[in-house]
């Protein structure tokens, strides 16, 4: 596709349950990055990833968060035995180097 | 770590008038400055952005400046319309640091008719 994409766009789960969330970065793009975005704040970083290895994970907020990528292209997010205070905008982008990062529309999880 | 401000968290303009949005940042080895637009329900997306070897640039409508020395960035819009009607985010991004991107908490601009 042109753009970054990510699945699903809402999610809504019960808390204790675990979710993944889906990043299709831009085709070529080597560097990744994790943001969530809490109702009506600014953007928090979570993790960073260059190729399929991830030199800064130090936004994730706890152990209950991970991320991988694989083949240097598809990223998943997991947050395990979520929480109410989970419940954000979960969002991605990715950039080709040292310039534009390019942003996903994001996921809405909501934990009830 | 490297820390971003902004100001003002909003700002309401009559259509036609200007708008400036300022940051500030903390580490004096950022060296790439972007700003972001996000609209409701959408990711934020590239409006304009300045390097540390450039001190001011402008796309149409939109410019920003940058003073190093001070290390404060702004973005300034004229002529605004309703569709500029957006939360902007400022962010400043450390080289060392895989080009880790540290955002401003963003300002809500409406621009009335």
């Known amino acids: 596709g042109a753009g970054v994409s990510q699945s699903p766009s809402n999610k809504v789960t019960e808390k204790g349950k675990d979710v993944e969330l889906r990043c299709d970065p831009i085709s070529g793009h080597t560097a990744l990055y994790w943001y969530r975005q809490s109702l009506g704040q600014g953007l928090e970083f979570l993790i960073y990833?260059?190729?399929?290895?991830?030199?800064?994970k130090s936004g994730l907020p706890s152990d209950r968060f991970s991320a991988e990528r694989t083949g240097g292209s598809v990223s998943t997010l997991t947050i395990q035995r979520t929480q109410q205070e989970d419940s954000a905008v979960y969002l991605c982008?990715?950039?080709?180097?040292?310039?534009?990062?390019?942003f996903g529309p994001g996921t809405r999880l909501t934990v009830l | 770590g490297e820390n971003v401000e902004q100001h003002p968290s909003t700002l309401s303009v009559q259509e036609g008038d200007s708008a400036v949005i300022k940051c500030t940042y903390s580490?004096?080895?950022?060296?790439?400055f972007p700003w972001y637009k996000q609209e409701l329900g959408k990711g934020p997306q590239l409006i304009i952005d300045?390097?540390?070897?450039?001190g001011e640039k402008k796309d149409q409508r939109i410019a920003v400046t940058l003073n190093k020395t001070a290390k404060h960035f702004s973005l300034h819009i004229t002529e605004t319309q309703p569709e500029d009607s957006a939360v902007y985010f400022c962010?400043?991004?450390?080289?060392?640091?895989?080009?880790?991107?540290?955002f401003g908490p963003g300002t809500r601009l409406s621009v009335l008719p």
């Open positions: 580490d004096s080895a950022s060296n790439y």
């Open positions: 300045i390097r540390s070897n450039v």
């Open positions: 962010a400043a991004s450390l080289p060392l640091r895989g080009q880790n991107f540290v």
């Open positions: 982008a990715s950039t080709a180097g040292l310039n534009e990062q390019f």
């Open positions: 990833f260059q190729g399929n290895s991830a030199p800064d």
